[in-house]
């Protein structure tokens, strides 16, 4: 059975901020998708790896573990499948990989950064911006964007249960 675990704040101050797009996108996929195991920690982002290896039957259930994510290296409205990278920085995906000593899972990276009026990524720069901007909520056309995104991760989803990863990545990989 596949693990889908949502990455994310606990509370009820960050339910609705881009930190917890991940956390979302899981809780729609609880919803939709059946045969498959829904965690959302309740630990804070920086410390999911504890409550993910928790959640791991061993080694051999790495290949099934769907993370998902918050990622400011793509804009709002838009979704990645990626497998057996780095964090790229991201902390909650440092402590997951920290906690299971391994880089071999399954990741959806939801963007969550705005685009420019001519498309272009408009990513927060400096630590201190970078923080204030994943802990401020989803403007209202910003979270009508994401509701289809979380669509398109519940069918993400169900793809790589029921066809495999490759299929899923040269689907929704664009």
Do not use: C
Not at 32 to 53: E, I, L
């Amino acid at each position: 059975m596949y693990i889908v675990v949502g990455l994310g704040n606990p509370g009820e101050e960050y339910s609705l901020t881009r930190h917890n797009a991940g956390r979302m996108a899981a809780e729609f996929v609880a919803l939709k998708v059946s045969g498959v195991k829904v965690v959302t920690p309740d630990t804070f982002m920086n410390h999911s790896g504890r409550a993910v290896a928790k959640a791991m039957a061993g080694k051999k259930s790495f290949d099934k573990l769907i993370v998902i994510y918050d990622d400011l290296d793509l804009s709002i409205g838009t979704m990645k499948i990626s497998f057996n990278r780095s964090s790229g920085g991201h902390r909650g995906l440092e402590s997951i990989i920290h906690a299971l000593k391994t880089e071999a899972f399954i990741r959806i990276r939801i963007g969550i950064s705005p685009k420019t009026p001519s498309g272009k990524l408009k990513k927060p720069k400096g630590e201190a911006a970078v923080e204030k901007h994943i802990l401020t909520e989803f403007k209202k056309p910003e979270m009508e964007a994401l509701k289809k995104v979380f669509k398109t991760v519940v069918t993400v989803v169900e793809t790589i249960k029921d066809r495999g990863l490759q299929p899923a990545m040269t689907e929704f990989n664009s």
